[in-house]
């Protein structure tokens, strides 16, 4: 029932960002003038040439062609405790609902998937699917899932790339949600995991995917902007973000997503 009345919250925050008015530019009519359009018609003989120019921008209701993928990472490092009363396991399972249940109100295309590994064998839990509804057989998924195994999290990445890039959308964000940073058994961690994980970032955004990286790690900021980016150095700036507080991951996420 909390997370219930957490997920009204986070659903009325999106609905709210949905509904704010943007600009339309390069419009033959409108409210104000779009310099931009006006200095590139200005500039070109053939448009000059022409009885109407676009060189106007009106507001108009945002309209998203949007799928996202949330893949959640489900290594044994997530059986730790975040906090005296919850572990990390617990803190995404709740987080994974309240966003679930403000996706599900939204109308965009969205799928949730976990993952593990060990070695090269990449271990996908298939949370909700594009094509499914979300129902008590996803929450029951979400109830179901413990910590296990390591974090492949190039391979992972890449998996999500591959689901994503068959989608018809225009725009395609690949949400991962981590506590740690690439590791596995066959030396898959230091150097190797990071560089084979940032690779796999590049791979993402080549095939026209958003990626970025939300951690509840404190150390995200020692590994994450090497693989994700970052601009200035900021915590939160470029393809990644840092939880502070277990409770804000869910609100997080929905702002992120916004």
Do not use: N
């Not at 949330?70 to 975040?82: N, R, V």
């Not at 572990?87 to 939204?106: C, K, P, T």
């Amino acid at each position: 029932a909390g997370l219930r009345v957490q997920a009204a919250r986070v659903r009325r925050q999106l609905e709210s960002q949905r509904a704010a008015l943007r600009w339309q530019r390069s419009t033959p009519d409108g409210e104000d003038l779009d310099l931009d359009a006006w200095v590139r018609h200005r500039g070109e003989a053939a448009a000059a040439s022409r009885g109407e120019a676009a060189v106007y921008q009106r507001r108009v209701r945002g309209r998203r062609d949007l799928a996202t993928l949330l893949l959640a990472d489900l290594s044994l490092s997530t059986d730790a405790y975040a906090t005296q009363e919850q572990r990390i396991i617990e803190v995404i399972r709740d987080a994974l609902f309240v966003f679930g249940e403000a996706l599900h109100a939204s109308g965009d295309a969205w799928a949730m998937t976990g993952f593990s590994s060990v070695r090269r064998q990449l271990r996908l839990h298939e949370l909700k699917r594009f094509d499914e509804c979300w129902s008590p057989a996803c929450w029951s998924r979400l109830g179901a899932l413990e910590p296990g195994y390591y974090t492949r999290m190039g391979a992972a990445l890449r998996a999500g790339t591959r689901a994503l890039a068959a989608r018809p959308e225009r725009q395609k964000l690949l949400l991962l949600l981590t506590d740690g940073k690439p590791h596995d058994l066959d030396h898959y961690e230091g150097r190797a995991g990071v560089e084979d994980t940032r690779q796999a970032v590049r791979e993402a955004r080549r095939a026209g995917l958003i990626p970025f990286a939300v951690s509840i790690d404190a150390e995200a900021g020692e590994v994450l902007p090497a693989i994700f980016g970052s601009t200035g150095g900021q915590r939160g700036q470029g393809g990644w973000a840092w939880v502070r507080r277990p409770q804000e991951l869910a609100p997080r996420l929905s702002t992120l997503y916004a």
